[in-house]
């Protein structure tokens, strides 16, 4: 999944596109062959072939951009402010970057009636805190954060954020966080017992010095390469998203601390510039059919909403990787992360004084 900074982006949108009168009405019945897309994701989150399978199935052609983080496309969608045309159609980004970008009035209300396959979602995933029932967004990819360890290397399986926070000594230097905002953030956070969406200064202070004292007992700030060090021995113990925890290997598990975790969500937006409105929701439709969806959770390893798609999988595939096993339900005891709005700037200053500092 790709993360994210503060959303002082949107800063210059104005106020006055947040305000929606409703949607438009789009028309069922336009010939979406007239049409083309554009669609900004990440490298690797959807088949290699999708445009040319969509192409083929509903005679749109399909240009694909790639994003490395949720930063750079925030900044391409917002430049210019409400009104402008970044020449996206839709774009895959994270939940609370989706309620920025509505905020903003940058979005496309999804029309329901034109994405049939919305009935292949869980009913979990309508309860989503930054977009109940999924106005603006519909979500593709979803899961938690947690410990992901090696059970060869620890004496006692991880229970608590503070066995990342503060890990025993033998596995000081064995031990690896991650640095993007709201996940460096979070084990403290937890810990302490405050909000993942917290914006009081007393809270953040109080997690910045937890993070500055664990510092010293990492073997470094992660957010990709992680379970490639779990699997080597490199590392013991790793903050980690569930779908890149490697529990394929058989000495690695995946827990969710005691004190709780997150609930990430990677969606799917329309932007009210598109001109192509009826094809990009003909495309969202098309993801989620169960053979094109559950490509992201066999290849990807993240779970998705959908509940025609996880039910497709093979068993060998969810028998490996246990993460997948999780249910909608445990995944909603995770703390929906939502926008802070200009409070993002403190966890970018929070962020940036714990990787700086000593």
């Not at 979602?121 to 979500?139: I, R």
């Not at 620890?154 to 926070?165: F, G, K, M, R, Y």
């Amino acid at each position: 999944m790709a993360t994210g900074l503060a959303l002082l982006l949107l800063a210059g949108c104005g106020e006055e596109g947040s305000q929606s009168n409703g949607p438009d009405a789009l028309d069922p019945k336009a010939d979406i062959t007239e049409q083309s897309l554009t669609v900004s994701i990440w490298d690797g989150y959807s088949p290699e072939d999708l445009p040319e399978r969509v192409k083929n199935d509903l005679g749109v052609p399909v240009k694909i951009a790639h994003h490395a983080t949720n930063e750079e496309i925030m900044a391409k969608l917002t430049a210019g402010g409400a009104g402008s045309d970044s020449g996206i159609d839709v774009a895959f980004v994270s939940g609370q970057y989706a309620q920025a970008l509505n905020e903003a009035g940058l979005l496309e209300p999804i029309h329901a009636d034109l994405i049939p396959n919305l009935k292949n979602l869980y009913p979990e995933a309508q309860q989503l805190a930054y977009d109940k029932g999924n106005t603006f967004s519909v979500p593709y990819t979803w899961g938690t954060t947690g410990i992901c360890y090696r059970t060869d290397l620890v004496e006692q399986a991880p229970t608590s954020w503070n066995d990342i926070l503060k890990p025993p000594a033998a596995l000081k230097k064995k031990v690896t966080m991650m640095t993007t905002e709201r996940w460096l953030a979070l084990p403290a956070l937890k810990v302490l017992g405050h909000s993942v969406n917290t914006t009081g200064d007393k809270e953040l202070t109080d997690a910045r010095t937890l993070l500055l004292d664990a510092k010293k007992n990492l073997l470094a700030y992660d957010d990709t390469t992680f379970g490639d060090r779990l699997t080597k021995g490199e590392s013991a113990m790793a903050e980690a998203w569930d779908g890149w925890c490697p529990t394929s290997d058989p000495k690695i598990k995946f827990t969710v601390p005691k004190e709780g975790s997150d609930l990430w969500v990677d969606t799917m937006v329309v932007l009210k510039s598109s001109k192509n409105k009826e094809a990009a929701h003909a495309l969202i439709n098309y993801i989620l059919d169960p053979e094109i969806h559950s490509w992201a959770a066999e290849n990807i390893l993240y779970k998705v909403p959908n509940k025609a798609a996880m039910e497709q999988l093979d068993p060998k595939v969810l028998e490996a990787n246990a993460p997948l096993r999780m249910t909608p339900a445990e995944l909603l005891k995770g703390e929906s992360i939502v926008d802070v709005g200009d409070a993002a700037a403190k966890y970018t200053r929070l962020s940036t004084e714990v990787t700086a500092g000593s």
